[in-house]
């Protein structure tokens, strides 16, 4: 009897974990499309656009990352910017990885910075205390011993090479840690404010209708 009420009780543990699977699934896929038509809530336009809340990878953020397709074979850029969103932001959301990727892609289009991903992750970084992003110049070797941060890193950079910046940053070339207060950043303008970061751009100067 006693055997019998154990498969029971073990029946139930199982049916109740495919419905609680299956419940995510479908939130996930009403919820939150996913490969192409993933909606990330964008921030409202302001001075300073509110932080998303969660400090955490998201299930869905797991699921949406899992159904991008692998690149086979990475280019150059995808390698580099893979490498940047693994060293620079690999305990983000993916609002936040795409974030951070979306300050390289700008300064890609941008007229005073190099313009391919490579250069621009790597500027600066022949010269003493002159790198765009610090661990390019560390001297220390890129080992990636977190393997599936790795993997979430290359298929999120191979998707954003593929269909561009999302538009999260308004537009950022430049970003640092809430960690730290840079006096560069005073002389920025704050974009957006997403996750660990503070993304900004130059300061507009007064136009001459302004200065009147």
């Known amino acids: 009897m006693k055997l019998r009420s154990e498969f029971i009780f073990a029946g139930l543990v199982a049916t109740t974990s495919l419905m609680l699977v299956a419940a995510l699934v479908r939130h996930a896929t009403s919820d939150t499309p996913l490969v192409g038509t993933y909606e990330l809530e964008r921030p409202e336009r302001d001075d300073l656009p509110p932080a998303p809340t969660l400090n955490e990878i998201s299930l869905l953020d797991s699921i949406w990352v899992a159904g991008l397709p692998f690149p086979e074979k990475m280019t150059e850029d995808q390698k580099c910017l893979a490498e940047a969103l693994y060293f620079e932001a690999r305990g983000e959301t993916v ?39 610090s661990y390019a110049c560390d001297g220390l070797p890129e080992e990636y011993s977190e393997a599936g941060a790795y993997e979430r890193a290359q298929r999120v950079a191979a998707f954003l090479l593929e269909h561009g910046a999302w538009g999260f940053t308004n537009g950022a070339i430049y970003y640092h840690a809430h960690s730290v207060s840079p006096s560069w950043a005073k002389k920025m303008k704050p974009l957006a404010n997403i996750g660990n970061h503070l993304f900004l751009g130059p300061d507009d100067p007064p136009s001459e209708e302004s200065e009147g």
Do not use: M, W
């Open 95 to 133: 609002r936040g990885q795409i974030a951070v990727a979306e300050v390289i892609l700008n300064r890609v289009d941008h007229s005073t910075f190099p313009d391919s991903v490579c250069d621009v992750i790597y500027q600066g970084s022949k010269n003493k205390n002159a790198c765009q992003f």
